[in-house]
Nanobody
Framework: QVRLVESGGGLVQAGGSLRLSCAAS????????VGWFRQAPGKEREFVAF????????DSADSVKGRFTISRDIAKNTVYLQMNSLKPEDTAVYYC??????????????????WGQGTQVTVSS
């Protein structure tokens, strides 16, 4: 059983940067990878980025391409989301999650079966 714990959220001014971490414990070898989602107040939870444990293949939403980078440290069982050039519209609770199955590029929240508790990111204008 894999467990996920996010950290690194906070308050930052527009144009600033934050790095989120998702620490995975348990049998990470049984998981295909880790995805990041975010949910702003009154909005649906949306896909941000995904990375596979093996090979480090990535996928990201168009809204964050060129600004956010997902990476992983296998030795630390940790996935990172480096967020640069932050905008007020990036304000949300950010969640990391593990997909239910292997293969493809899971972008729907229905593709994921295990979630962390979330970390708040607030970008002031």
């Amino acid at each position: 059983q894999v467990r996920l714990v996010e950290s690194g959220g906070g308050l930052v001014q527009a144009g600033g940067s934050l790095r989120l971490s998702c620490a995975a414990s348990g049998r990470t070898s049984s998981s295909y990878g880790v995805g990041w989602f975010r949910q702003a107040p009154g909005k649906e939870r949306e896909f941000v980025a995904f990375i596979t444990w093996s090979g480090g293949s990535t996928d990201s939403a168009d809204s964050v391409k060129g600004r956010f980078t997902i990476s992983r440290d296998i030795a630390k069982n940790t996935v990172y989301l480096q967020m640069n050039s932050l905008k007020p519209e990036d304000t949300a609770v950010y969640y990391c999650a593990a997909p239910k199955t292997y293969g493809g590029r899971p972008r729907s929240r229905r593709d994921y079966g295990l979630w962390g508790q979330g970390t708040q990111v607030t970008v002031s204008s």
